[in-house]
């Protein structure tokens, strides 16, 4: 049977001192995340480069593909 939920090692979060429970969470709220993901290659220390098209700059800063696909499955 498949869990309904994944726990994220280092996510785990400690109850903040004098915080009260208000009520339930709404089940059909939505929320919304953002995941950065890394760089193909390390951009410290390196100049930006001039001007780069969408698809230019996809292939040469962007993520890895496979670090897409990976972000992709999980959410």
Do not use: N, Y
Not at 23 to 42: C, K, M, S
Not at 59 to 68: F, N, V
């Amino acid at each position: 049977m498949d869990k309904p939920f994944v726990v994220l090692a280092g996510s785990e979060r400690q109850v903040v001192p004098g915080a009260r429970l208000v009520g339930p969470a709404d089940p059909d709220e939505e929320i919304e995340v953002t995941i950065v993901l890394r760089a193909r290659v390390p951009i410290d220390g390196r100049p930006a480069p001039a001007r780069l098209t969408r698809a230019e700059f996809a292939r040469t800063e962007g993520a890895r593909p496979a670090d897409i696909r990976r972000a992709e499955a999980f959410a």
